[in-house]
Each structure stands twice: as C-alpha cells, then as structure tokens.
C-alpha cells in the first residue's frame, strides 16, 4: 500500500464524510434540543436534492448554458445551495409542525414511527409527482482534475469538503455568538426550564428542523454535483448512516457529528482497501460488498467501549425532572 494510494483514498472519504457530517448535523441538533430523533431526516436529504435540481434547471433556462450564460456556473451553483436550502428549511418546518409538535409531550417511541411515515410520505410522494425514474443533477461547474504528486484530486471533491468545512463553521458561529444560538444552548441544557423564562420553545424548535434541513440541503446538492443521479429512494441509506455518525460522535454533540461523519466516510473508504490487502495476504476471497458490514462491525466495537459516543456523556433522566 503506497502513500499515494492512502492519500487518494483519504481523499474520497474526506467527500464522503462530508455528507455524512452535514446530514448528521440535523440529527444532533434536534436531539440535544428536543430530545428526539428526526427519523425523516435522511428523506429531507432526498428532498432537498431534488429541489436543487428544480433549482438547477430553472436558473439553467433562465441565464443560459455554454457560451451563452449569462452567469457563470459557479455563480450558479451558490445561488442554487442557497436557495435550496432556504427552500428546504421550510420543509423542515413543516415537518417539525405537523409531523412533531403535536407529539412534543407524546411517548418518544410515537414520535419515532411518525418520524418513519414522513419519511415514507415524502419517497411517494416523490414518485408520485416525478415518477421513479432516476434523474440526473446538472453539472453547473466543469470537472478539473489535478494532479498532486500522484494524487489525482477533482475541483469538485476539493469543493465539496470545503464547503462542508465553511458550513460547520457557520453553524458553530450561529451557535456559539449569536442570541438565537444562546437561546438554542439553553434549550439543550434544560428544555423543560427554559421556556419558563421567556424563551419561545416553539420558535427555537422549528428553526433548530429549519437549520438541520437546510444543512441536509447543501449536502443532498453536493452529492448531486460529485454523483449526478437522484433517486427516490437515497435518503433512506445516507440517512440511517448519518443516524449511526450522529451515535457515535455522541447524542446531542455538534462536533462529535461533524467528527463522526468523516470517520464513519474514511472507515467506509479504506475497508475496500483493506480487503483487498487481506485477500491478497491471507489468500482469502471476502468480496468488497461486504463493506458496510465490516464498516459498521468497527463502529459497534468502537460503541462497545464508549456507549455514550465520542463526545456524549451520560445521560440520567433524574437530572431533567
């Protein structure tokens, strides 16, 4: 195993990773405030891709392809991140409104199942409207590929994890400097208590879904831009992984998501590798299909000797009542 061959395949999960860590995001931000899972988060991933395909191709007709756009693609591909996430926060709202609000005071395994049929309602309804067709994302920008010493890098995967980065930046800015992000953090810390003092539960919850779909947004439009195929159906698969980074950073910790996301990306990358080292040296035949297996194998060791994820602590119920 070359160097080169390791910092290619770092690479590739750094991309990864940023899928998981944005999507991942949605679902610590809302557990550690309301306490519950938003188990249609990953439809919403889904969601806000195909909105930025809608977005795409309006923006496409509107200014023009080739040499005669009027703007240039990467000015299209900002307008089209930011209004797609603005678009999609709304639907996170909705959600958190129809779907969760009337469950708040609800045993926490009703707003799980209802977690599940939105994600379900928002698939169908999908097909419904689109068909089940796989459709394909738009390239606003062209692919340049550099090489670095060996090291075969796309404009687009250097794109993605700093976009990632900068949006995780944002959010900790929003956070951690912002009153709204204080009053998130009190909300966190005690969200019985809280809104006994004047904050508004209702507001603080319904922007914590509209922040975590946008998030979902951004990282739904970058896959479309590194993998420009949407399905139906692509939510279901990121979302579950996104679900078990957001486990192993820790339930409730921002960083340990963004963290756990780009291991849960680089473990998943070089299990390839690795098994293919191990068949060549052992003189085994473990296909690369079981990947995820093996993957997720290291992720329930990792469990095993931090049940509160890598940056969770122990929760006891007593301290909330």
Same mark, same amino acid.
């Given at each position: =195993?070359?160097? *080169? ?6 690479? *590739?999960?750094? @991309? ?42 309006? $923006? ?24 797609? +996430? ?28 209802? /977690? ?6 928002? &698939? ?17 920008? @062209?692919?340049? !590929? ?27 800015? $929003? ?8 009053? +998130? ?16 539960? *209702? !507001?603080?919850?319904? +922007? ?41 950073? /820790?339930?409730?910790?921002? +960083?340990? #998501?963004?963290? #756990? /996301?780009? =291991?849960?990306?680089?473990? &998943? ?6 098994? @293919?080292? =191990? ?5 085994? *035949? ?32 007593? $301290?909330?009542?």
């Amino acid at each position: =195993m070359t160097l *080169n061959f390791l910092m290619q395949n770092l690479i *590739n999960a750094l @991309q990864w990773g940023s899928f998981y860590a944005l999507i991942a995001l949605g679902y610590s931000m809302v557990y550690s405030i309301l306490m519950l899972f938003n188990f249609a988060h990953g439809d919403i991933f889904m969601v806000g891709a195909y909105i930025g395909l809608g977005v795409a191709l309006g $923006l496409l007709s509107l200014f023009g392809t080739g040499a005669a756009a009027i703007l240039p693609g990467w000015l299209l591909l900002v307008l089209t991140i930011l209004i797609s +996430m603005f678009l999609t926060a709304f639907v996170g709202i909705i959600v958190e409104r129809v779907g969760y609000r009337p469950l708040r005071e609800a045993p926490r395994a009703s707003a799980a199942i209802t /977690g599940l049929m939105i994600g379900i309602i928002l &698939e169908t309804s999908n097909i419904l409207f689109l068909g089940g067709s796989r459709l394909k994302f738009p390239q606003l920008i @062209q692919s340049v !590929t550099y090489n670095i010493g060996g090291v075969y890098v796309t404009n687009k995967k250097i794109m993605i994890v700093l976009v990632s980065i900068g949006l995780m930046l944002a959010l900790h800015q $929003l956070i951690s400097h912002t009153k709204w992000g204080m009053a +998130m953090r009190a909300m966190a810390y005690d969200y019985v208590v809280v809104p006994l003092v004047g904050v508004p539960m *209702n !507001t603080i919850a319904a +922007m914590t879904f509209a922040i975590g779909s946008a998030l979902a947004a951004a990282a739904g439009i970058l896959f479309g831009l590194a993998y420009p195929v949407l399905d139906p159906y692509m939510g279901v698969s990121f979302g579950w992984k996104a679900f078990v980074a957001a486990i192993l950073g /820790g339930r409730g910790s921002i +960083m340990g #998501a963004c963290i #756990a /996301g780009f =291991m849960l990306g680089f473990i &998943e990358i070089m299990t390839v590798p690795a098994i @293919q080292i =191990m068949n060549r040296l052992f003189s085994l *035949n473990i296909g690369s299909n079981l990947r995820d297996l093996i993957a997720y194998s290291i992720v329930l060791v990792i469990l095993i000797f931090r049940p509160h994820g890598l940056f969770g602590q122990a929760y006891s119920a007593k $301290l909330r009542l």
